[in-house]
């Protein structure tokens, strides 16, 4: 049996009773967990980055604790793990090009025309490829979204973690956004495994997800809704 790309085990996050959260998400699945922020749920995807210590448990990503790893490793590990944080992030002073290609410029060996072609590409599949040029506060919310996303898949990683993915995205928008974290289908589900964290789940993109969880309190349920 394989090992899951995202592991959960025995982690208290904030349950009145003291339980904990234990999960698994296996290669390829996509997966949403669904909660306000009095839920719990905003600390999933800093524990998942190594930004947060467990206040117990483990957390495992690719078989690795991420607060376990010194500086240089776990900067390599973050290359594995596409994270795109609630709102956008974006610096003002960049165009959503320049913002895109951040990771690439500091973050790779990458020269300057290998940068940029890899950049063409993201933001065609981003859907942005007229849009580059823009500035953030030129941009719509669903463009600042989708460039954000296009940063966090700069290094094609194998696990995509989604905050909020959806909010404020017309229909069209949030399937873009998800099929775009996905890429694409392949034998045994997508070609990356998705975890998408926020306070509700779109009707038009619930097929699109394998198992889907509530959580409350601190208590994290496996839902059909």
């Known amino acids: 049996m394989s090992t899951p790309p995202l592991a959960f085990e025995n982690v208290p996050l904030g349950a009145a009773d003291g339980a904990t959260v234990t999960f698994a998400v296996a290669a390829r699945e996509t997966v949403s967990v669904v909660g306000n922020s009095a839920s719990g749920i905003r600390i999933l995807g800093p524990l998942a980055m190594g930004l947060t210590d467990p206040a117990g448990g483990r957390v495992t990503v690719f078989d690795t604790e991420p607060t376990s790893l010194p500086r240089r490793a776990l900067l390599a590990y973050r290359r594995r793990v596409g994270y795109l944080p609630a709102g956008d992030g974006l610096l003002q002073n960049l165009t959503l090009g320049q913002n ?38 030129q941009a719509t919310v669903e463009q600042r979204r989708r460039a954000t996303l296009a940063r966090a898949l700069a290094f094609d990683p194998k696990l995509v973690i989604l905050e909020e993915p959806f909010v404020g995205l017309t229909e069209p928008g949030a399937r873009h956004i998800l099929d775009a974290a996905r890429g694409g289908d392949v034998e045994g589900g997508s070609r990356r495994t998705v975890v998408t964290l926020g306070p509700n789940l779109p009707s038009w993109v619930v097929r699109r997800f394998d198992r889907r969880f509530r959580m409350a309190a601190g208590v994290l349920e496996e839902t059909d809704q």
């Open 100 to 137: 895109v290609a951040l990771p690439l410029r500091f973050g790779s060996d990458l020269a300057t025309n290998e940068i940029e072609s890899r950049l063409t590409i993201l933001l065609a599949a981003a859907g942005l490829a007229a849009a580059g040029h823009l500035r953030p506060a």
